[in-house]
């Protein structure tokens, strides 16, 4: 650790940190093996220690018991973190470090004073906007018209490339209610997350995921009364605000009758099945919680165990040449789900489906990372495109609003406009229709 994180006088740090946050029992669990540090982006591109999960975790537990300063060196090795979870899928000790940083950042929004720009960013667009679709639509309707006249260099490079690499004419979120099921017999009922920015930037691949749904037999609810899953708070450890979105999730996806509940981006799944630990100390909603969570299941999940919607995939094939599929961290790692969206893809591709170096490396989009350490963001955007280049293939499929943007306008930075890259759902559909220009990039 550098100097300047030290504190001579535990005593005086704890007082002066509030200390106290940290799960000790759960810190214990990593024995600093540092068989995570492969799998950490911020550490293979930094090399420094204390941007790794087990210095970091060294850190948190240096916050707790006084020996580190809550002061701005400190603060910024947390706060690089991506929140990948990376290292997690690594660790032979099940380390915890998803949970680990929930409390840490939690500790640090309460004890830390931000920079104005920092705060207005968190507080203004991280959770004044993107948690809500229709304000998002609102406020993105003059940056469209900005770009569309030409004048799209005079904003900045955030805003501009997340423009760029949304669908041409995302807009106001308008898909909700019932669609009934067409693939022949009807084979239950299942309900689906909109999301915040699918609702809004992708708004046809949600139309896609209906579609598919539909064909596979199922008839789609899609509740009006939805709201954001609580992802981008509970990964800054605005735990509170997380747990108030959650249970207006569970009143509107309150039906037994929904057999399973669909959500089609992985960062938004991976925190609607942690519903049942945010919840668990809630008596009214710990149970319902439960029981939501264990119905959630990815797009790719659901369909790849369907053996006779696989079988139904068409051979059709406007795309041809090689496909590569980038892992989103928040299937990969927290949810697990590797193989299902490879099985989906083989079923159309066969030998075509090519592997990609580091596809499960995060590629700087992280949900709301970019707007908070830009830098760093660039950094490994520009290693996911150089792997994506690397591999080969002609169309990049993936299954997470953030990684598409983030790779679209990665592409168009380094001056390639020939790789497509698609949401899995997209790309399925496609295959399944006629269509041949869907109008993705």
């Not at 701005?72 to 990948?84: Q, W």
């Not at 249970?247 to 057999?259: I, Y």
Request: glycine share 10%.
């Amino acid at each position: 650790m550098k100097d300047d994180v030290h504190n001579d006088d535990p005593k005086v740090a704890r007082a002066a940190t509030g200390a106290g946050f940290l799960d000790e029992g759960r810190a214990l669990t990593c024995i600093h093996c540092g068989l995570c540090l492969g799998s950490c982006p911020t550490y293979l591109e930094t090399g420094n220690e204390n941007d790794s999960p087990r210095g970091r975790i060294y850190l948190m537990r240096g916050l707790e018991d006084g020996r580190f300063a809550l002061n701005a060196s400190t603060v910024n090795h947390l706060d690089l973190c991506l929140g990948c979870l990376a290292c997690e899928s690594a660790c032979p000790s099940g380390v915890q470090y998803g949970v680990l940083l929930e409390e840490t950042r939690e500790h640090l929004d309460r004890h830390y004073g931000r920079r104005s720009m920092r705060r207005f960013i968190e507080r203004v667009i991280i959770e004044g906007l993107l948690p809500f679709p229709r304000r998002l639509a609102l406020a993105l309707m003059p940056v469209r018209l900005v770009c569309r006249v030409g004048l799209g260099r005079w904003l900045p490079s955030w805003l501009r490339e997340t423009v760029s690499g949304a669908e041409d004419r995302a807009g106001r979120p308008t898909l909700a209610g019932f669609h009934p099921a067409t693939g022949g017999a009807r084979r239950g009922t299942v309900g689906l997350v909109s999301g915040c920015v699918m609702s809004v930037l992708f708004e046809r691949t949600n139309a896609a995921t209906v579609a598919l749904l539909n064909h596979a037999g199922y008839d789609v609810v899609i509740p009006p009364t939805q709201g954001c899953c609580g992802a981008l708070h509970l990964h800054r450890g605005r735990r509170a605000t997380a747990r108030e979105f959650a249970r207006r999730n569970l009143e509107a996806f309150g039906s037994d009758r929904l057999d399973a509940i669909i959500i089609n981006a992985a960062g938004c799944g991976s925190a609607l099945k942690e519903y049942g630990r945010l919840l668990a100390d809630d008596p009214a909603w710990a149970k319902p919680a439960r029981a939501f969570s264990d119905r959630v299941r990815d797009l790719s999940e659901f369909l790849a165990g369907d053996a006779g919607f696989r079988q139904s995939l068409s051979a059709r094939d406007p795309y041809p040449g090689l496909v590569a599929f980038h892992d989103a961290c928040h299937l990969a790692h927290a949810q697990q789900i590797v193989r299902e969206p490879r099985e989906l893809l083989r079923a159309v591709l066969g030998d075509r489906l090519v592997s990609m170096p580091e596809s499960d490396v995060c590629c700087g989009g992280a949900g709301s990372y970019f707007l908070t350490q830009p830098g760093m963001a660039a950094r490994l955007q520009d290693r996911k495109i150089g792997n994506v280049l690397r591999a080969g293939a002609g169309t990049v499929v993936t299954t997470n609003p953030g990684c598409l943007l983030q790779i679209r306008a990665g592409l168009r930075r380094h001056g390639n406009t020939t790789v497509r890259v698609m949401h899995l759902a997209d790309f399925l559909w496609v295959h399944m229709t006629t269509k041949t220009e869907p109008g993705h990039g």
